[in-house]
């Protein structure tokens, strides 16, 4: 199972960037996904989240600028990134809850994370 994150890029403030996130593998079904981010120096933070039947949470300094969706039950997610600040310069990764189920009946859940994508917010 991968995650595969893009659309990260340089933009000046208060512009906007969409950010996807799709997954690939062996999957039976997609819990919770969501984004975090990770500013040089600082830990990482949620950024969003959104469940499979399309509840979402966002941490406040985005509300009201950021969405999160997805399509469906699996993927892709998105991000929509509006009124971006320099503040929000950041590595941004995805991560999903997966449902694996194994041909011997075993049934797994694990927390996937993609290999992030730079957004860098700068005039």
């Known amino acids: 199972v991968q995650l595969q994150a893009s659309g990260g890029g340089l933009v000046q403030p208060g512009g906007s960037l969409r950010l996807s996130c799709a997954a690939s593998?062996?999957?039976?079904?997609?819990?919770?996904m969501g984004w975090h981010r990770q500013a040089p120096g600082k830990q990482r933070e949620l950024v969003a989240g959104?469940?499979?039947?399309?509840?979402?949470n966002y941490a406040d300094h985005v509300k009201g600028r950021f969405t999160i969706s997805r399509d469906n039950a699996k993927t892709p997610m998105y991000l929509q990134m509006n009124s971006l600040k320099p503040e929000d310069t950041a590595v941004y990764y995805c991560?999903?809850?997966?449902?694996?189920?194994?041909?011997?009946?075993?049934?797994?859940?694990?927390?996937?994370w993609g290999q992030g994508t730079l957004v860098t917010v700068s005039s």
């Open positions: 593998g062996s999957i039976f079904a997609i819990l919770k």
């Open positions: 991560n999903a809850d997966i449902v694996r189920v194994f041909i011997n009946g075993s049934v797994q859940t694990m927390t996937y």
């Open positions: 959104i469940t499979s039947d399309g509840i979402t």
